[in-house]
Each structure stands twice: as structure tokens, then as C-alpha cells.
């Protein structure tokens, strides 16, 4: 199946109704269409996405690791998310044949200096009851992964690896098969709450609608400005480059090596990634993009540029952290720097044998003071839900995501 093109020839300025549109094609937009229509059947659901195809950005530019829970605050949405979707994410993929690895992950410190962020990862990850948990030393690094050099790791077995593209199409199958209707190509341009009903305007004529989830991914603040409701953060996006490791250096890696994050950042660092087709990756940095769709470095959208230059919030971010800022961006302009921060997890990989490869595009959401919004958040109205923060781990944590979304949704309607 995966037929990603609209289901007819969309007429200038036609009037439709339904019982609910979702905005967003990405695997959230499509995990929370399924549920509503399991928990629906019957209804008028209408998926919009502005691409001419499904999970065009963060959901097909992503790494495609299958999180276990490592990173995230005890108690927090993500905590709960993650590992409650990764366990329904992981029995989808099994019903529908869609292989997901378990490579595992190793999180590695290098010094001493480290070890305290070490220890607190450590207990995070215990405290949110990430299975198989093991903390090693070196001569255990070397039986994971022989190639790595560290002084201590947290190894996490069930971190695993998936395509969440094909996840992502997988969910629109499920779509259509339940009766709902998706239809790419047919961006948003404006959303008017009435008493009874949204009015969605698209270009191709308006949608009347009992009640709307938008989960816009990098537009999702734009789409909330649409019914007024600016909140406090704004996305400014990010993009990740990745290189590519060659066939003969690609057995350097057994599955995914990571560094010790920094807790001050969302961002996890430069690390390995052996992807779902035995390709290995190494990346991603963090630079700011100038455009929401900037995958190339060259690409600039001036109306962005703008945006971010007046949002207080990232200039408070960029004084703060403008040292860090311009090492990133020397990583992003020299292949050199690139391969060294690499050299410092595994030695014996050589420069010759990195090759430039895909790059991604990330919504950060930052709130005025400067802070980088780390969790989940929500923002809307009685009829509308606006999933205005939704970073990593959302594809994992996808359809546990979207059992929140429709909650949510059904307990404001019926509040009526």
C-alpha cells in the first residue's frame, strides 16, 4: 500500500465538513489520527499535510533509534511517553512485520571530569526503569564495542533501531483502511474558532470541523498563531548534519555509541548510529538553520532569519551559550574538526573514510528567558489541541503520544 498522493484532484474554493481534521502528516499527526478512529470508528477524519508526501521532515530526517528512556527527568511527559510507546511502538512494528533491531546503546565518558554527568545519567535512567541496565568499564566497552576507548559506559541493551518512515506510512495504511482520508499537498493557511466549529482554510477551499489536532512539527508554532494562541516559546529550527561512515570502516560500529550528554542541552552530542540498512552514521552537530525546511546550509529564508534575530529568547540562548554556538558551527565548515570529536570515541577511524550524508532539521522550542523547552507541551482551546513542543524521544514515544492527544481532545469537547 503506501499510496502517499491525494485520494482525488482537490477543486478550488469547495466547502467540506467533518467530524475531525488533523494538521500534520508527520508520525505524530498520523499515530493520533489512528487512535481517534479506533476510538471513533465511523467518523469523518481528515488528515492535511502541507508536503506533497508523508513525514517529509523530522519524521523521515531523523536517526531512527528506538529510545529506551536514558535521558529524561523522572516523573516527566517524556519519561512516561517514552517507555510506555516504546513498548507499543515495538509490538506495532511486530504486527506489521517492520524490523526493529535491538543494537543497543553505549553512552561513554572519556575522563573524569565526566563522571559526575555519568553518575546522574546513571540514576535517571535506573529511576525511569530502563531494562537490562548495565554500567561497565573498560574492558567490558571493549567486549560491546572493540573499537571504543572510555573509561566507564552505561549500556543500555533495548535501545534499539527502526525505520520510522515506513512506521509513518504504516500509520496512514491503518488510516485509510479505518475510512479516514489524507490529503498532501493542501497546507493550512488560517483556522477560525467558532462556537459550535473550526474553519479551516486551505487553499483549496475551507474544512468545517468539530474539533482540529494540529501536530505541525516546525511550523507548529505558526499554526497556533493562526487562533491566536502565541504561548510563550517559539520554535527556532536547528539542523543536524550527519556523515557517513565507508563499507570498510562502517564495522568500526556494532550499534550506537553515544557521549555523555550535556544536561544544559536537549541536543545529545555528536555519536554513532547503525541504521535500520546496516549504513552507520555519525552525528549529529547542532547549527542553527535559516530556514525551517534548510537542510542545505546554503538554504536561507529571510522571513526566518528575521524571526529568530528579534525572538528574545534565542538571543538570550546565543549569549549564554556563543562559545559552544561557534565550536558547533567549526564542526559544521571543517570535516577535519568533525572526524576529531569523532577520533575521541573511536580511534582508529580515519578521515578518508567519512562521507558527507543526510542532515535534519530540528524544532526547538525556546522559551523567552532562553530556555531550551525540554518536554512535551500542549497549548489550544475547547476545540482545538496545538501540540506546540514535541522533540525526541516523539517518534518512539508516537502512539503513546497520540493516546494523550486524544484525551485530551475528547475530554475538552465534552467539557462543552
Not at 207 to 235: F, H, K, N, P, Y
Not at 298 to 311: C, F, G, Q, T
Not at 322 to 348: I, N, T
Amino acid at each position: 500500500m503506501h499510496d502517499e498522493a491525494p485520494s482525488s484532484a482537490l477543486p478550488a474554493n469547495r466547502s467540506d465538513r467533518a467530524d475531525l481534521v488533523v494538521i500534520g502528516g508527520g508520525i505524530l499527526g498520523l499515530a493520533t489520527a489512528r487512535e481517534m478512529l479506533r476510538r471513533r470508528p465511523g467518523i469523518r477524519l481528515v488528515v492535511l499535510e502541507k508536503e506533497r508526501a508523508l513525514a517529509t521532515h523530522q519524521s523521515g530526517h531523523n536517526s531512527g533509534v528506538v529510545h529506551a528512556g536514558l535521558y529524561y527527568a523522572p516523573g516527566s511527559l517524556k519519561a512516561r511517553l517514552c517507555r510506555e510507546g516504546k513498548a507499543a511502538l515495538e509490538a506495532f512494528c511486530g504486527e506489521r512485520g517492520i524490523p526493529v533491531q535491538r543494537v543497543g546503546k553505549l553512552v561513554v565518558a572519556l575522563t573524569e571530569d565526566e563522571l559526575p554527568r555519568f553518575s546522574t545519567l546513571e540514576a535517571r535512567a535506573r529511576e525511569n526503569g530502563v531494562e537490562g541496565l548495565e554500567t561497565v568499564g573498560p574492558e567490558r566497552i571493549r567486549e560491546l564495542e572493540p573499537n571504543v576507548e572510555g573509561i566507564r559506559g552505561l549500556w543500555s541493551p533495548g535501545t534499539g533501531i527502526v525505520d520510522y518512515r515506513a512506521v509513518s506510512l504504516a500509520y496512514a495504511d491503518d488510516i485509510r483502511a479505518s475510512g479516514g482520508e489524507i490529503e498532501t499537498g493542501r497546507a493550512v493557511t488560517g483556522l477560525d474558532e467558532r462556537l459550535d466549529s473550526v474553519v479551516i482554510s486551505t487553499a483549496a477551499g475551507e474544512i468545517v470541523a468539530d474539533s482540529v489536532i494540529a501536530c505541525a512539527g516546525l511550523w507548529s508554532d505558526r499554526v497556533a498563531a493562526m487562533t491566536g494562541d502565541t504561548g510563550t516559546e517559539r520554535i527556532v529550527p536547528f539542523r543536524g548534519d550527519y556523515y557517513t561512515l565507508t563499507p570498510d570502516a562502517a564495522s568500526l560500529v556494532r550499534g550506537l555509541i553515544y557521549p555523555v550528554p550535556d544536561p544544559r542541552f536537549p541536543f545529545l552530542g555528536i555519536h554513532f548510529t547503525r541504521r535500520h540498512d546496516g549504513a552507520v552514521w555519525a552525528g549529529p552537530n547542532a547549527v542553527l538553520a535559516l530556514a525551517r525546511d534548510g537542510y542545505k546550509r546554503y538554504d536561507v529564508d529571510l522571513r526566518e532569519v528575521i524571526a529568530i534575530a528579534r525572538h528574545a529568547g534565542f538571543r538570550k540562548l546565543a549569549r549564554r551559550f556563543w562559545r559552544m554556538g561557534l565550536a558547533e558551527q567549526w564542526r559544521d565548515l571543517s570535516k577535519r574538526a568533525f572526524a576529531a570529536e569523532l577520533r575521541r570515541y573511536v580511534p582508529a577511524l580515519r578521515d578518508d573514510q567519512l562521507r558527507f550524508g543526510p542532515s535534519g532539521v530540528r524544532a526547538q522550542a525556546i522559551d523567552p528567558d532562553g530556555t531550551l523547552v525540554d518536554d512535551f507541551r500542549l497549548g489550544g482551546s475547547r476545540r482545538i489541541v496545538h501540540v506546540r513542543n514535541a522533540p525526541s524521544p516523539g517518534a518512539t514515544a508516537s502512539l503513546a503520544i497520540a493516546g494523550v492527544l486524544a484525551d485530551e481532545s475528547q475530554s475538552r469537547l465534552a467539557a462543552e
